[in-house]
């Protein structure tokens, strides 16, 4: 299977997680549907294209942010004594929140288009992209460092494969429950897993009302992963770049 290998470093950036609100807390790497909009969008696609892909990465530190804030309750009138802006005749609160961020952010991604002729379409996006790329919100812009046309190999390990120093992956759930890497790590006496996460990959429009009265949401499709920094073990079946890197495609 041909895939796109691309190495990314961002300054400070946030991952929202979805069910965050007063803190705008932020996953340790960029959930799937994150990355497959940023190529949908480097690309310019008008549909979706299905892909799998395998995240891995590491960050230097966390910190938060303040940033302005705006609410308002639909149809809700302008009052000078309750908001700070008026749109028109209605009305918005104006105020002050925190956000997490990622300090130093460092990714290896792999990209595999279920289409595999779009495979130079896509490494071409990264190459020459259209405009400076960003991955999270919209002002977290990143710096490519790397990009490459692989091949990955369905492979029997003879030895065991260790993640990139201080490098930490996504790990469809499937892998960790059958035991085909290690996940125990050892770190000043504490011994630590992982963090199971249900991430967001794709979705689907869905009518919940009437065809009359349509009432239109998105239906996520998630995938579940251990979030952690894992050891391929031998005698296991991985899929393996020409580089000897460790792809955990989902």
Not at 83 to 104: I, K
Request: glycine share 4%; aromatic share 12%.
């Amino acid at each position: 299977m041909k895939a796109i290998r691309v190495r990314l470093w961002q300054d400070m950036v946030n991952y929202k997680k979805p069910t965050s609100f007063q803190l705008k807390e932020t996953y340790p790497l960029p959930p799937y549907s994150t990355i497959i909009g940023m190529v949908h969008s480097l690309c310019s696609y008008e549909e979706y294209k299905p892909m799998q892909v395998s995240v891995q990465g590491k960050y230097f530190s966390k910190v938060n942010d303040l940033y302005t804030r705006y609410e308002f309750k639909n149809a809700m009138k302008y009052e000078a004594v309750r908001h700070q802006l008026q749109v028109g005749e209605y009305g918005v609160c104006q105020g002050v929140a925190t956000a997490e961020l990622l300090v130093d952010v460092e990714l290896l991604l792999h990209i595999a288009p279920e289409d595999q002729t779009l495979v130079d379409e896509i490494y071409d996006a990264f190459t020459c992209p259209r405009e400076y790329p960003s991955l999270g919100r919209r002002e977290d812009i990143v710096t490519i460092k790397e990009v490459k046309l692989v091949t990955l190999t369905e492979t029997e390990l003879e030895r065991q494969i260790k993640a990139p120093h201080g490098y930490y992956a996504y790990i469809p759930y499937e892998i960790v429950q059958k035991e085909r890497v290690n996940l125990t790590n050892n770190v000043t006496g504490v011994t630590y897993t992982g963090t199971r996460y249900k991430l967001t990959k794709n979705y689907e429009l869905v009518n919940y009302g009437s065809k009359k009265v349509p009432k239109i949401f998105r239906r996520w499709n998630k995938v579940d992963v251990i979030y952690a920094s894992a050891t391929a073990l031998a005698e296991e079946t991985f899929m393996i770049d020409e580089d000897n890197n460790v792809a955990f495609m989902a």
